[in-house]
């Protein structure tokens, strides 16, 4: 597309009118329904919709994706040009770095025309070839071996294939969708706790995979139905695996023990949450030592620790729940460590308490690092010379190495905004960190750090053929909001796009939950900024990026904050003439789907296009009925609309209470028929609602995956066709 100055295309009117058009604009039907609220009664003909298993639905929605594949149809040619792209910009067959543990060394891979991955491990290493994208920044293979003792031309020299995930898709019957949940290894590494789900609903069936001396396995009778995916734990001498069921909201609130070789039916429930706010995970901390349980809701915590060689006794609770306090809690050899927000550390700080004491007394815990405003720290991972610390400061994360003797160091990634996270680093000994980094223009790469020293080994840059990563720029920018306040936005360009007002841009957010948003890379987003775009990060209240405070002023009763700041970053961009007024397009999925879809109601005529996905649009009438999934859970985060003052303050934002006739921008949904955490109905109303009151001359399209859940296709070559034809309509709407 020309990046000159244009209007956005009306080639696609709400009525499909493409040339040899034949499928009809849905149209969904009509039941009377009234719902009863503090605000006044509302009708909502489309409350129906809520009924998932409605024959009626599932017509309405297979009306929506026929008409979805007429209006793409006309695109196909940019469509399948992009999917090439990114296939082009990928090596389909590659292999990672190699990770020790157990006396193992272990390897993922990917081979060419395979939708999965494969999983294998060796106990020797050779160097005869180059791990593919071991390369230095400027391009030359790396000489050096890494402190660990892995050169980074590294491979297996004795291989074990331990999982092929496209295997088990086909023998599970998985056509549309494949998730592999857990994937763990008990101490001894002889056997593994692997689950799968097949359709998205995140109710995970769980195996047991047991290993001989030769590589050969067999999958145990031990299997566990209805687990949920969140964690696992094997006892010291492998002979109970832990697990977590959800309730029917989706609330993963118990924890199970299942002794193997027994029948999942006489499984011993260990813990059971029964406040409808609280979501439980299980885990082990790094030394195999103990087994953690964690229930968290939105402003408190409760952890509950179990020796791994004492599987059978009942768990330990740290400390007692208290409303607005929250903490986690690991294992430091001979202490534990906790990171929460007690004492005012609204930005938490790290308190430590001996192994030996009675730590379940609040003056057995000692502080560590005092808090410090602005640092939001979000979690430590111990290792017995030294602790990790992950945290946001400034609008950029950052790890921070804290040593016995109380001195620190902060790894040094530079300037430019990045992510930066721990990767893979099982050894509790372990004197080297292994981190990966990633920026908007950089693809992610694997570093060694020498811990004493400081001295770093590029381990791998993911490889990115047929990319020349010069030929793009990425900075930041700070936009200001209705209230004074200065909001971040990262921005990614071609080198070669003008910053004159002429450019097409897509402005991306999210804005809610605390998740901090870090800048990543994508090989899709190269096909916008290859055509001008501008490519655009907000990083709005409701997020975590700038402290504890920064999320606290975009929930609850501050929720329009986060709106406000999405609207006053897709401003700056138009008045500082980073993007053409008339060919700004938002994005943003989930949470980020209640973002734009509020941002678009509120201000229809600042945007060419929007793209929601999985978009939470219903949120006034969803989160007042706590028989829904996740309900309860979200009150913390929202507020309870079925009172005052929620319920007038959800109903001034809730997009699809607030869709009325307008000329809306170029519209693109997508849900998914299974999805748990948003539920496909309230896409479905709201587009069903853009169509009854009208939206103009400009596409509305939405496009129900039938056979996935909340995060849509799992394939690879599925995922990559998916961002094509999103791809393709930013490009024919802006």
């Given at each position: 597309?020309?990046?000159?100055n244009q209007?956005?295309?009306?080639d696609?009117?709400?009525t499909?009118a493409?040339a040899?058009?034949v499928v009809?604009?849905?149209s ?6 009234v ?8 009708d909502?003909?489309?409350?129906w919709?809520?009924?998932v ?7 309405y929605?297979q ?7 007429e209006?793409?149809?006309s695109?196909?040619?940019?469509i399948e040009?992009i999917f090439?792209?990114i296939?082009s ?6 292999e990672s770095?190699?990770v ?5 060394w272990?390897?993922?891979s990917t081979?060419?025309?395979?939708e999965?991955?494969?999983?294998h ?6 160097a005869d070839?180059p791990?593919?994208g071991?390369t230095t920044?400027d391009g030359?293979s ?6 660990t003792?892995t050169?980074?031309s590294?491979t297996?020299a004795?291989p ?8 088990e898709a086909?023998r ?12 763990d290894?008990?101490?001894?590494h002889?056997?593994?706790a692997?689950s799968?789900?097949t359709?998205?609903n995140e109710?995970?069936e ?5 290993f ?5 396995f067999v ?9 949920a995916?969140?964690g ?6 492998g ?11 989706e609330?993963?609130?118990q924890?199970?023990r299942?002794?193997m ?6 499984d ?5 949450e ?5 979501f439980?995970?299980i885990?082990e901390t790094r030394?195999?030592a103990?087994i953690v349980i964690?229930a968290?809701s939105k402003?408190?915590?409760e952890v509950?620790l179990?020796?791994?060689n004492d599987?059978?006794?009942?768990p330990?609770v740290v400390?007692?729940?208290v409303?607005g306090?929250?903490y ?8 534990l460590v ?8 609204e930005?938490f700080?790290i308190l ?7 730590w379940t007394?609040p003056e057995?815990?000692t502080e ?5 405003a602005?640092?939001?720290i979000?979690g430590v991972?111990?290792?017995?010379s ?8 400034d609008a ?5 190495l804290?040593?016995r ?7 040094d990634?530079?300037?430019?905004p990045?992510?930066?996270n ?8 372990s004197?080297?960190?292994r981190?990966?980094m990633?920026s ?5 790469t694997?570093y060694d750090?020498d811990?004493?020293t ?5 381990l791998?840059?993911i ?9 793009y720029v990425a900075?930041?920018?700070w ?6 306040t200065s909001?971040?936005?990262?921005i990614v360009?071609?080198?070669g796009?003008p910053?004159?007002g002429?450019a097409?841009?897509?402005?991306y957010g999210?804005g ?9 890379f994508s090989?899709g987003?190269?096909s916008?900024?290859?055509?001008g775009f501008v490519w ?5 209240r409701?997020?975590g990026e700038?402290g504890?405070?920064?999320?606290l002023?975009g929930k609850?009763e ?8 999405m609207?006053?970053?897709?401003e700056?961009?138009?008045?500082t ?13 989930s949470a980020?789907?209640l973002l734009v879809?509020a941002?678009?109601?509120q201000?229809p005529e600042l945007?060419a296009?929007v793209v929601?996905?999985?978009?939470f649009?219903d ?7 706590p028989s829904?999934?996740?309900t309860v859970?979200e ?10 003052p929620f319920?007038?303050i ?6 699809y209470?607030?869709?009325?006739a307008a000329d809306?921008p170029a519209l693109?949904v997508?849900?998914?028929l299974?999805d748990?955490?948003?539920s496909?109905h309230e896409?479905a109303?709201?587009v069903?609602?853009?169509r009854e009151v009208?939206t103009?001359e400009?596409p ?6 039938m056979?996935?859940g909340?995060?849509?296709?799992t394939?690879r070559y599925?995922?990559w ?8 309509f930013l490009?024919a709407?802006t």
């Amino acid at each position: 597309m020309s990046q000159q100055n244009q209007p956005p295309p009306t080639d696609v009117t709400s009525t499909n009118a493409t040339a040899g058009a034949v499928v009809p604009t849905p149209s969904a039907p009509r039941r009377p329904h009234v719902w009863s609220r503090p605000t006044g009664d509302a009708d909502d003909h489309f409350a129906w919709m809520r009924d998932v298993e409605d024959p009626e639905l599932i017509t309405y929605l297979q009306e929506e994706n026929r008409f979805a594949d007429e209006y793409f149809a006309s695109h196909v040619s940019t469509i399948e040009q992009i999917f090439d792209e990114i296939r082009s910009r990928v090596q389909e067959t590659d292999e990672s770095t190699p990770v020790f543990n157990g006396d193992w060394w272990y390897v993922g891979s990917t081979v060419e025309g395979e939708e999965y991955g494969r999983h294998h491990r060796g106990r020797t290493l050779t160097a005869d070839a180059p791990t593919s994208g071991s390369t230095t920044p400027d391009g030359t293979s790396p000489a050096v071996t890494s402190p660990t003792g892995t050169s980074s031309s590294a491979t297996l020299a004795d291989p074990m294939l331990l999982m092929d995930e496209n295997v088990e898709a086909e023998r599970a019957g998985a056509t549309d969708y494949f998730d592999l949940g857990a994937f763990d290894a008990c101490h001894d590494h002889t056997m593994f706790a692997w689950s799968i789900d097949t359709d998205g609903n995140e109710r995970y069936e769980m195996k047991v995979r047991r290993f001989d001396a030769d590589g050969t396995f067999v999958d145990l009778d031990d299997r566990i139905a209805d687990v949920a995916n969140a964690g696992t734990a094997w006892s010291a001498d492998g002979s109970f695996l832990f697990y977590v069921r959800a309730d029917d909201q989706e609330r993963p609130y118990q924890v199970w023990r299942h002794e193997m070789g027994s029948d999942a039916a006489i499984d011993v429930l260990v813990h059971q949450e029964d406040d409808e706010r609280f979501f439980v995970e299980i885990g082990e901390t790094r030394s195999d030592a103990w087994i953690v349980i964690h229930a968290g809701s939105k402003t408190s915590s409760e952890v509950r620790l179990l020796a791994s060689n004492d599987p059978t006794a009942e768990p330990t609770v740290v400390a007692a729940k208290v409303d607005g306090v929250e903490y986690q809690v690991d294992d430091w050899g001979d202490r534990l460590v906790m990171v929460t927000n007690s004492g005012g550390a609204e930005d938490f700080r790290i308190l430590e308490a001996g192994v030996a004491s009675d730590w379940t007394e609040p003056e057995a815990w000692t502080e560590f690092v005092a808090h410090e405003a602005g640092r939001r720290i979000i979690g430590v991972e111990p290792f017995e010379s030294h602790l990790v610390v992950y945290e946001w400061r400034d609008a950029q994360p950052r790890l921070r190495l804290l040593f016995r003797d109380g001195t620190e160091r902060v790894i040094d990634l530079g300037v430019e905004p990045h992510d930066v996270n721990l990767s893979a680093n099982p050894e509790w000994t372990s004197t080297t960190l292994r981190f990966a980094m990633q920026s908007m223009t950089v693809p992610g790469t694997l570093y060694d750090e020498d811990v004493a020293t400081g001295e770093r080994t590029l381990l791998r840059r993911i490889p990115t053929p047929n990319v020349d990563l010069d030929d793009y720029v990425a900075s930041r920018m700070w936009a200001t909001s209705a209230d004074g306040t200065s909001v971040p936005i990262d921005i990614v360009r071609h080198v070669g796009t003008p910053l004159d007002g002429t450019a097409p841009g897509c402005l991306y957010g999210y804005g809610s939950y605390e998740a901090s948003m870090p800048p990543w890379f994508s090989v899709g987003r190269l096909s916008l900024l290859d055509r001008g775009f501008v490519w655009a990060l907000a990083h709005p209240r409701g997020g975590g990026e700038l402290g504890r405070q920064w999320y606290l002023d975009g929930k609850l009763e501050h929720k329009q904050h986060t709106f406000d700041d999405m609207l006053a970053s897709a401003e700056h961009l138009i008045s500082t003439g980073v993007v053409d007024p008339a060919r700004l397009a938002i994005r943003g999925g989930s949470a980020g789907g209640l973002l734009v879809g509020a941002c678009m109601t509120q201000r229809p005529e600042l945007f060419a296009s929007v793209v929601a996905e999985v978009p939470f649009v219903d949120i006034v009438n969803t989160i007042s009925d706590p028989s829904l999934p996740l309900t309860v859970t979200e009150w913390e985060e929202w507020g309870d609309p079925r009172t005052e003052p929620f319920a007038s303050i959800m109903l001034a934002y809730s997009p699809y209470d607030n869709t009325v006739a307008a000329d809306y921008p170029a519209l693109y949904v997508t849900a998914g028929l299974h999805d748990p955490r948003v539920s496909v109905h309230e896409p479905a109303k709201w587009v069903a609602r853009l169509r009854e009151v009208g939206t103009g001359e400009r596409p509305v399209v939405m496009r129900t995956e039938m056979g996935a859940g909340h995060g849509g296709p799992t394939g690879r070559y599925d995922a990559w066709r998916d961002e094509a034809r999103t791809l393709a309509f930013l490009l024919a709407t802006t």
